[in-house]
Structure formats: C-alpha cells, structure tokens
C-alpha cells in the first residue's frame, strides 16, 4: 500500500486548511486510516483516526477543531483542520492499518504563523 498525502503549508492562526491522504496498492476494505504529526525532537502522535468500522477518535488537544472524514470508495482519508492554532505546527503524516501491517505517508508540512 502507497499513500499520498497533500494539503499541507503556511497558514495564519485562526484558520483552516484541509489535508487528504490517497491509498494506492492493495487496499483491504477493512482498516483504519489516520492522521499523525510529529515536531522536531518529541515522539509522533496521534491526531485523529477513522476506522472502516465507523468509529472514530481524536488527540484531546484537536477535539472540537479537527475533523476526520473518508471516502472509501477512493480510498481517501481527509483531516479539516479549523482554528487553527502555532501549536498545531507539524509535519503531519498518513497513516494506514490492515490485518498486521502499518504503512506511512511521506508527510505534509503543516506551519501555523503570523
């Protein structure tokens, strides 16, 4: 499985920008698609993650802001990004689960700044 992400980029606090992530290869209907970031010298973290299933969840620090949603049919998972804030600055990566493997996207800068 491939995954391209894009979105990313330079936006003012308070605004919006929206991230998509394409799956490619072979993609099982059942898995979880997700949305990680990570800054320089701290660990990954989840963001936000959906499910085939349905169940989603969210990093208490974006709950009310981030919204994950995904298009199965195009094999797409997308993060709305609203209010955004400078401690929402990242390179935020795509993630993807199916049976026992874990694939990872190139990463999308995301930079939050007056």
């Given at each position: 499985v491939q995954l391209q992400a894009c979105g990313g980029g330079l936006v003012q606090p308070g605004y919006s920008l929206r991230l998509s992530c394409v799956a490619s290869g072979r993609v099982f209907s059942v898995n979880v698609m997700a949305w990680y970031r990570q800054t320089p010298g701290k660990q990954r973290e989840l963001v936000a993650a959906s499910a085939s299933g349905g169940?989603?969840?969210?990093?208490?620090s974006v709950k009310g802001r981030f919204t994950?949603?995904?298009?199965?049919?195009?094999?797409?998972v997308y993060l709305q990004m609203n209010s955004l804030k400078p401690e929402d600055t990242a390179v935020y990566y795509c993630n993807h689960r199916q049976l026992d493997s874990t694939y990872w996207g190139q990463g999308t800068l995301v930079t939050v700044s007056s």
């Open positions: 169940s989603i969840n969210y990093a208490d994950i949603s995904r298009d199965n049919a195009k094999n797409t």
